[in-house]
């Protein structure tokens, strides 16, 4: 009986039976290729002449050629639209990651009146889609002079980002003990020091996964870029790829291309972000 009951506890619990694995992987498999076959199409695309881009004939690759990459930064504006890009999305990052960290910082740590109408404020923003927003931002930025400026854009983004990064913030700077604060006030810290060189420092992790968040919602945006420049080069990244749609020839080698060279920014901030991601997203999920 002794014998049974030791092979019993041995024996390995929940144990998959060989069908239910080949399913298991086969479906991760199938979902691996459904999400990476748009990607790969628009990269091969990238590669071939326009002809073969639009042509009715299905192939992976023909008659290769770097001649649209040649054409999209040599004979565009597309340089230009990639620095608007850049000076709103690294302007809308710092300002966003300094806004939502000291908000998310103060309605961890301290009561004040209005903090749970607050926190319900950045909740509610959430709700609205950007098409309902547009037009009273626009009005804003009209009555301001902003129009047709990156400033318009800058702001426009910083409303989207701060509310969701701020409560992000605030569940990570929760899982953070209050007994740090208390020691730092002990030593002769104030509320600001005691968060600049002590809470900070320990939330790098949720800062990269805010900074990677608001940078993308910069960089790749199209309605309100759409909506509040007006001068060709002034667009923005998201808005100058229009450029390649027209209604009539669409110039689809070329938006390939484009689309191609947009990545290369996002992806480099998410290779120096990724370690922080993963901790940065869970952390805050459990206080304590």
Same mark, same amino acid.
């Given at each position: 009986m002794t014998a049974q009951v030791e092979t019993a506890k041995r024996r390995p619990?929940?144990?998959?039976?060989?069908?239910?694995?080949?399913?298991?992987?086969?479906?991760?498999?199938?979902?691996?290729?459904?999400?990476?076959?748009?990607?790969?199409?628009?990269?091969?695309?990238?590669?071939?002449?326009?002809?073969?881009?639009?042509?009715?004939?299905?192939?992976?690759?023909?008659?290769?050629?770097?001649?649209?990459?040649?054409?999209?930064?040599?004979?565009?504006?597309?340089?230009?639209?990639?620095l608007n890009s850049l000076i709103v999305a690294v302007a809308t990052t710092a300002i966003g990651v300094l806004m939502s960290a000291t908000t998310g910082y103060a309605l961890s740590r301290f009561n #004040?009146?209005?903090?749970?109408?607050? @926190?319900?404020?950045?909740? /509610?923003?959430?709700m609205f889609p950007?098409? %309902?927003?547009?037009?009273?931002?626009?009005?804003?930025?009209?009555n301001l002079g902003l129009i047709n400026t990156h400033g318009s854009l800058i702001i426009a983004y910083l409303t989207i980002a701060v509310p969701f990064c701020s409560w992000m913030l605030k569940g990570y700077f929760d899982s953070i003990s209050r007994e740090l604060d208390e020691a730092a006030q002990i030593d002769g810290c104030g509320p600001f020091a005691t968060f600049w060189r002590i809470i900070l420092p320990l939330a790098r992790p949720?800062?990269?996964?805010?900074?990677?968040?608001?940078?993308?919602?910069?960089?790749?945006?199209?309605?309100?870029a759409t909506a509040f420049i007006q001068e060709k080069s002034k667009f923005t990244l998201g808005y100058g790829l229009q450029q390649f749609?027209?209604? #009539?020839?669409?110039?689809?080698?070329? @938006?390939?291309?484009?689309? /191609?060279?947009?990545t290369?920014?996002?992806? %480099?901030?998410?290779?120096?972000?990724?370690?922080?991601?993963v901790s940065g997203l869970t952390a805050g999920a459990v206080k304590g």
């Open positions: 619990r929940n144990r998959r039976s060989p069908l239910a694995s080949i399913a298991i992987h086969a479906t991760l498999i199938i979902a691996v290729l459904i999400a990476i076959f748009p990607i790969a199409w628009v990269v091969l695309s990238s590669l071939k002449p326009g002809v073969w881009v639009q042509s009715s004939e299905l192939s992976f690759i023909k008659e290769p050629t770097l001649d649209n990459y040649k054409y999209v930064l040599t004979e565009t504006l597309f340089p230009r639209w990639a #004040f009146p209005g903090r749970r109408q607050l @926190l319900l404020v950045f909740l /509610v923003t959430q950007v098409s %309902i927003l547009i037009v009273p931002i626009y009005v804003i930025m009209a949720g800062i990269a996964v805010t900074a990677f968040f608001t940078f993308l919602t910069a960089w790749g945006e199209v309605a309100y749609v027209p209604a #009539f020839n669409p110039q689809w080698e070329y @938006l390939t291309a484009s689309a /191609v060279l947009i290369v920014p996002a992806g %480099i901030v998410f290779f120096f972000a990724q370690r922080h991601l």
